[in-house]
Structures are given as structure tokens and as C-alpha cells.
T-cell receptor, first 116, second 120 residues
Framework: AQTVTQSQPEMSVQEAETVTLSCTYD???????LFWYKQPPSRQMILVIR??????QNATENRFSVNFQKAAKSFSLKISDSQLGDTAMYFC?????????????FGKGTHLIIQP | DSGVTQTPKHLITATGQRVTLRCSPR?????VYWYQQSLDQGLQFLIQ???????AKGNILERFSAQQFPDLHSELNLSSLELGDSALYFC???????????????????FGPGTRLTVL
């Protein structure tokens, strides 16, 4: 079984600042994926970034990057130069890699508010 | 637009009733996933179907069932509804790897807009 924990229910930063969202996870699997999903007020689920556990290099997508610490089972999301459109719920998630059965396990989410 | 469609968008019903939620996956996607998002439980994986067959089960209640039809659309049936079943129900689709094979590249799950279920 996999568990994902997000300990920050809500965060607020000023526009253009850098913010880091925390996530820890637990799994008995050797091969797995980790994700950050964004859910804006429209409720649409949008994949922000993903990390394969077997890759040591941290994933990066434009202003979004992760700090993946496999031994510590930590997977934080850094948003640089934050924008008003980044205001949303952010969910950390995991899934088993391979096997074809890959339902996502989500954390409780962090509500990120970008202030103008 | 993810390409995944869900109907209806909103559904209001009473306790004890039965409802059916429908999902049409993206063209070419063989796998369908159902998720429930509620205030109490957060986002939970319910069940996955792959090409008509059940592939994985998550925290799905016995009162809930799903199926995937030959045209690959899926339905989630919720019966004996309780107040606590009020939630946003998401469908997602992808084309996952075969059992025993590591998926490369990753087959992203694309989420539909959800069905908002209110049980009164």
C-alpha cells in the first residue's frame, strides 16, 4: 500500500516569489512514479510534473521543479516566479510503475494562494 | 480540454437512491479510472478498467460498481446512496503498459471535468 502526506493545508505568498510545497510518501514498491497535480477553482485536474523513482535527476518543467529525496521519501515542489494563475490546490500523488495497475494515491492537498 | 467527457455535470438525488455516472475516454485510450473527491476523504482511487476488464480496485464501497463497455466508455453505478456519498467523481483515461512491463514512456492519466453528486 502507498500513502502520501502533505502537511501544509494552506500557503500564501506574494506574486513573483518562490514557494515550496512539501510532500512525504511511503511505499513498499521499488518502482514507482511521483506526481504533482494542480486543481484550480475550475476543479480540473492538471498534471504539473512527474518523477520516476529510478531516476536520480530531479524533474523540471519551466517554473516548476521538484526536490526528490528517495531515502527520505520526500518529494517537494518548488514554484519559481509565482504567478496569480498558480493559485490552486496542489496534490502530491504516487503510483506503481509498471504492471498496468496504476491508480493514483493522493495526499490531502495544499491550497496555494498567490497574492498580488 | 482533456478529451475525456463525463455526464452529467451535476446530479442531485435523495438518500437511498441509485445513480449512474458516465465516462467517455480519450480516443485510443484503453484504460479508465474512477476517483472520488470529498471533503472527508480527499481524492481517492476507486477502480480501474482496462479494455473491458477490471484491472485494479481501490477504496470502492460494495454499494458502488463499475463496468467498461466494448466501445470503451465506462459507467460508475452508485446505489443505496448516503449523505456521505456527496462528492465530485472524476473519470480519467490512459493507455497503461501491459502487466509485467514497465511503462516507457509514462502514459499520463487525463482527467475529465467530473460529475458533482449531491445526496440530500
Amino acid at each position: 500500500a502507498q500513502t502520501v502526506t502533505q502537511s501544509q493545508p494552506e500557503m500564501s505568498v506574494q506574486e513573483a516569489e518562490t514557494v515550496t510545497l512539501s510532500c512525504t510518501y511511503d511505499t513498499s514498491e521499488n518502482n514507482y512514479y511521483l506526481f504533482w497535480y494542480k486543481q484550480p477553482p475550475s476543479r480540473q485536474m492538471i498534471l504539473v510534473i512527474r518523477q520516476e523513482a529510478y531516476k536520480q535527476q530531479n524533474a523540471t518543467e519551466n517554473r516548476f521543479s521538484v526536490n526528490f529525496q528517495k531515502a527520505a521519501k520526500s518529494f517537494s515542489l518548488k514554484i519559481s516566479d509565482s504567478q496569480l494563475g498558480d493559485t490552486a490546490m496542489y496534490f502530491c500523488a504516487s503510483s506503481i510503475l509498471g504492471g498496468g495497475a496504476d491508480g493514483l494515491t493522493f495526499g490531502k492537498g495544499t491550497h496555494l494562494i498567490i497574492q498580488p | 480540454d482533456s478529451g475525456v467527457t463525463q455526464t452529467p455535470k451535476h446530479l442531485i438525488t435523495a438518500t437511498g437512491q441509485r445513480v449512474t455516472l458516465r465516462c467517455s475516454p480519450r480516443s485510443g485510450d484503453l484504460s479508465v479510472y474512477w476517483y472520488q473527491q470529498s471533503l472527508d476523504q480527499g481524492l481517492q482511487f476507486l477502480i480501474q478498467y482496462y479494455n473491458g476488464e477490471e484491472r485494479a480496485k481501490g477504496n470502492i464501497l460494495e454499494r458502488f460498481s463499475a463496468q467498461q463497455f466494448p466501445d470503451l466508455h465506462s459507467e460508475l453505478n452508485l446505489s443505496s446512496l448516503e449523505l456521505g456519498d456527496s462528492a465530485l467523481y472524476f473519470c480519467a483515461s490512459s493507455t497503461p503498459g501491459l502487466a509485467g512491463v514497465i511503462s516507457k514512456p509514462y502514459n499520463e492519466q487525463f482527467f475529465g471535468p467530473g460529475t458533482r453528486l449531491t445526496v440530500l
